[in-house]
């Protein structure tokens, strides 16, 4: 069966750092999301991505923040300067279609910013 | 806005009973509503999805019920298992498409 895959697992990286988490959607989805996860909170809505762009984002999406579907397999999330409280479990998301259908998580990146 | 609250936030059941867990949403424009299994540290396990023209979905020992009219929907569990220890999350897909999820009703079933 299908499924989304996301590279690497874990990663600590120092404040201020750059940080590019990966994820591989299922082939023929056109539909891109990211999620995160702080540690004992509920998993948020950051962005949706399609037709190579930005579909929505949130609030916590600011400017640290960019998205890229590279190379046409790739889904990226980068964050430029990474703090403190970017530390949480990223997922990625895909779906084939948007209405009604389901999007299918990722196993997640953890990331640790010291 | 849409926000989902799960009710209990937590439940500590002996194994071999029938459990029910609560999702309630105040939009009830949505298009799906998916349950989800997370045990501690991990991913996200899809359990059920219901699409907002159904009213139930099952699968196993679990059934999935969806009253949009009220904003709620129900995970009956059957027959708890040590097993099903995690945490039940549901989220709901509406205009937007981007999934709401709730906090969670953290499970422990006891051998």
């Known amino acids: 069966e299908p499924e989304v895959t996301q590279t690497p697992s874990h990663q600590v990286t120092q404040m201020g750092q750059e940080v590019i988490l990966r994820c591989v959607p299922i082939s023929n989805h056109l539909y891109f999301y990211w ?40 889904f990226t999330l980068k964050i430029r300067s990474t703090k403190l409280e970017d530390s949480a479990m990223y997922f990625c998301a ?9 999007q299918y998580f990722g196993p997640g990146t953890r990331l640790l910013v010291l | 806005k849409q926000e989902v609250t799960q009710i209990p936030a937590a439940l500590s059941v002996p194994e071999g009973e029938n459990l029910v867990l609560n999702c309630s949403f105040t939009d009830s424009a949505i298009y799906n509503l998916q ?77």
Not at chain 2, 68 to 94: E, F, H
């Open chain 2, 35 to 111: 349950w989800f299994r997370q045990d501690p540290g991990k991913g996200l396990t899809s359990l059920l999805l219901i699409q907002s023209s159904q009213r139930e979905q099952t699968s196993g020992r679990l059934n999935a019920s969806l009253d949009k009219s009220s904003g709620r929907s129900t995970l009956y569990i059957a027959a708890s298992q040590p097993g099903d220890s995690a945490t039940y999350l549901c989220a709901v897909a509406g205009g937007t498409y981007k999934y709401i999820f709730g906090t969670g009703t953290r499970l422990k079933v006891l051998a």
């Open chain 1, 94 to 102: 895909s779906s084939a279609v948007r209405s009604g259908e389901t």
């Open chain 1, 35 to 74: 999620y995160r996860q702080i540690l004992g909170q509920k998993v948020e809505f950051l962005v949706s991505f399609y037709n190579n762009e930005i579909s929505e984002k949130s609030e916590i999406f600011d400017d640290q923040f960019s998205v890229e579907r590279p190379d046409g397999s790739n």
